[in-house]
């Protein structure tokens, strides 16, 4: 099932849905109905739509018009497609903008809160569970997230239910896990691995302070910020060992709990009696991965994976990479030391252990190496409608009339009745008093037309011109199209940043 899919079957029970939209008229009713976009900010993007002559006649190429342009997210316009237009505000402050991840344990959305304009991610456990022990995992996790405060850890802001969808508010991290930063730049410079495995070893000595011992320690779960700032994900899986749950014995019985690659000796026989020493082994494993690019085992099936990690030693890291020091092989090497006793004994001896390459700061990640900005709805629509406002218009022709998506039999316009209000609205409207929400990008491949290309050659025809000219006068050109200065202000390094 896509991603889609699944975040349509959690929203199933509380999304209405009328006929899928064929024309665009079809689909702007359904946005209206939606209250995802305020009515005005619609009726001054139809207009800019008109004035360019780029009013898409069917439903699903303004859907992906609007993608691009980034006035509506990719699961919106997925969700809106398949004539669903209520849900979309969960519990009354949340505004759904794109679905994350999903996996055992529940899906993850990106979400706006609508009075504080802030980006967020909820935790949603699927409706559709019915496992007791996955319920209480899941307020589990509320209580430990919520009990932990510490600039490495990923903050809860609020737990709560929507009828039968129990959620956590949780602070959204715009960036990358550590994992997908491997993958995509391959083994990281040995300061900066080092740098990363401190800033996780202070998250979970807080953890550790406070009773809590993580069970999944792994690169997919270290969250890394475009401020170079690590946090831990997912408390989901913890225990708190000084309180002896007859709820973790009575499901987690037979249950090993983590991941193949990263867990501990200990954990894999015994996952109800580790301590803070076996999150050390799989932050040592997880270190081995940032220096190498592979996990300690990189082969084999989960059985394997799970008894090698008990009897056997992984490859020396310096015969895959001997630019290592051999200190810091050291390092690595107690970290992973099969019994816990023969490990660093705590997080904070860790750090100690790793100061020789941290006591100098190291810079943020680039632009290059982070996911690209999110576009911020707001701001573009706002951009537009301050750009419609300040065109002359022609006196007596109606907003939008020019460029109608669709007319009646008799050759009437519907769009004015359409752009006036007509039709019921949801009355969850966000734009009253929001402003700093922001949009996914989208993954959607829009194939230009004709026309676009007529058009994008005289575009480039004129600006060579203006260009041109704007040289021998030593004036520089900017562009006074909306999107274009939006899309422009979203690809500089200096743009808001929205973790």
């Not at 997230?145 to 809860?156: G, M, S, T």
């Not at 907003?399 to 316009?413: E, I, L, R």
Request: some cysteine.
């Amino acid at each position: 099932m896509s991603p889609d899919e699944e975040c349509g079957t959690l929203l199933a029970k509380r999304n209405e849905t009328m006929s899928p939209p064929i024309t665009s008229a079809d689909l702007l009713t359904l946005v209206r109905k939606s209250g995802l976009i305020d009515n005005d900010l619609l009726d001054a993007y139809w207009e800019y739509l008109s004035a360019k002559q780029a009013v898409p006649d069917s439903a699903r190429a303004l859907a992906e018009r609007m993608v691009q342009d980034g006035v509506l997210t990719r699961l919106q316009a997925s969700q809106l497609l398949l004539g669903k237009y209520r849900g979309f505000l969960v519990a009354g402050k949340y505004k759904l903008l794109e679905l994350l991840g999903s996996g055992g344990m529940g899906s993850v959305l990106l979400c706006e809160h609508v009075y504080m304009g802030r980006l967020v991610a909820l935790k949603i456990l699927p409706i559709n569970s019915q496992d007791p022990a996955a319920v209480e995992r899941f307020y589990r996790e509320a209580r430990a997230v919520a009990a932990l405060d510490h600039p490495n850890i990923v903050r809860a802001y609020d737990v709560d239910r929507n009828d039968k969808v129990h959620f956590l508010v949780m602070e959204y991290v715009d960036g990358l896990s550590l994992h997908q930063l491997v993958k995509k730049r391959g083994p990281l410079d040995i300061r900066r691995a080092a740098h990363y495995i401190s800033q996780t070893a202070a998250g979970l000595e807080h953890a550790h302070s406070c009773g809590w011992v993580h069970r999944d320690i792994k690169p997919g779960n270290l969250l890394l910020n475009r401020q170079g700032v690590v946090k831990i994900l997912d408390m989901g899986l913890a225990r708190f060992f000084q309180d002896r749950y007859e709820l973790t014995r009575q499901y987690d019985e037979n249950a090993v709990i983590g991941t193949a690659d990263y867990i501990s000796p200990e954990q894999a026989t015994a996952p109800h009696e580790v301590d803070i020493r076996s999150d050390i082994y799989s932050l040592g494993a997880t270190f081995y991965y940032l220096l190498t690019g592979r996990a300690p085992f990189e082969e084999g099936s989960v059985a394997q994976k799970l008894l090698w990690h008990q009897v056997r030693k992984p490859p020396p890291i310096r015969s895959l990479r001997p630019d290592v020091p051999p200190e810091m092989e050291a390092v690595v090497d107690r970290m992973l030391a099969k019994a816990p006793r023969d490990r660093y004994q705590t997080p904070k001896e860790v750090i100690g252990a790793l100061s020789a390459w941290t006591w100098l700061p190291i810079p943020p990640p680039s632009e290059e190496e982070m996911p690209p900005r999110r576009k911020n709805p707001m701001e573009i629509l706002r951009r537009i409608a301050q750009h419609v406002r300040s065109r002359p218009r022609t006196p007596g022709v109606p907003v939008a009339a020019a460029s109608s998506p669709t007319a009646d039999k008799t050759g009437g316009d519907t769009t004015p009745a359409l752009l006036s209000g007509a039709g019921e609205q949801s009355g969850e409207s966000i734009f009253g008093d929001s402003g700093t929400g922001s949009s996914s990008g989208s993954s959607l491949q829009i194939a230009p037309t004709v026309s676009d290309k007529v058009r994008s050659t005289a575009t480039l025809q004129a600006k060579g011109n203006e260009s041109l000219a704007s040289i021998e006068g030593a004036q520089p050109v900017q562009s006074t199209d909306p999107i274009e200065a939006s899309q422009s202000a979203n690809s500089q390094p200096g743009s808001a940043d929205n973790s």
